[in-house]
């Protein structure tokens, strides 16, 4: 296969599942801070179209509008089929977008040093191992390195463990952090 093509896997119908479900409590948090963005965007317009000369409220109606965008294009990319194969280190800037919308803040450590790496993983199993360890409270930072996510202060239920296992996601669960393996290929930049 070349470094181009895309190919659809077939998807573990416990993978597929359980990220409908987490699916849901992602999009719902992300979809009400799309829909504070724009009601803001919109007071911000009107007071601006009724006072002359009011260039503050026009910056910060931008900048609604540029968050509101931002948030619905991450949201759009998880509600998104997955091809293979995959890239989890933009599945992790995805999800990271989306945890945004609820207050969370995550730092990401990108070891990657200017290379890409993909996955012949099912995405969607991808997509629900790295979702569920972001989803943690404790969740502070998320190393990348290459075919390795480190995720600091997530923990994993075992149905979890066991779907992504069975898709061939190679992973380590210690106290405070769970690391991910995903069987790759790097591309050079």
Do not use: K
Not at 8 to 36: E, F
Not at 37 to 52: E, G, H
Not at 106 to 118: F, L, P, W
């Amino acid at each position: 296969m070349r470094a181009g093509d895309r190919v659809t896997a077939m998807t573990d119908p416990t993978v597929a599942a359980l990220w409908v479900d987490l699916l849901g409590r992602l999009a719902g948090p992300a979809g009400h801070a799309v829909n504070n963005a724009l009601n803001n965007v919109a007071i911000n317009l009107a007071v601006v179209q009724s006072r002359p000369g009011a260039t503050e409220f026009a910056g910060r109606a931008d900048e609604y509008l540029t968050e509101a965008a931002r948030m619905t294009r991450a949201v759009l990319a998880l509600a998104r089929p997955v091809p293979t194969p995959v890239e989890p280190a933009s599945v992790v800037h995805q999800l990271v977008l989306v945890l945004a919308a609820t207050g969370r803040r995550i730092e990401i450590v990108d070891e990657q040093m200017g290379r890409t790496v993909t996955t012949t993983i099912d995405g969607t199993a991808v997509r629900l191992a790295l979702a569920c360890a972001l989803m943690g409270d404790a969740v502070t930072q998320v190393h990348v390195r290459g075919e390795e996510v480190r995720i600091e202060g997530a923990a994993l239920e075992d149905d979890v463990v066991a779907a992504v296992r069975r898709a061939g996601v190679a992973l380590r669960v210690e106290p405070g952090q769970v690391t991910f393996t995903f069987s790759g290929v790097a591309i050079p930049a």
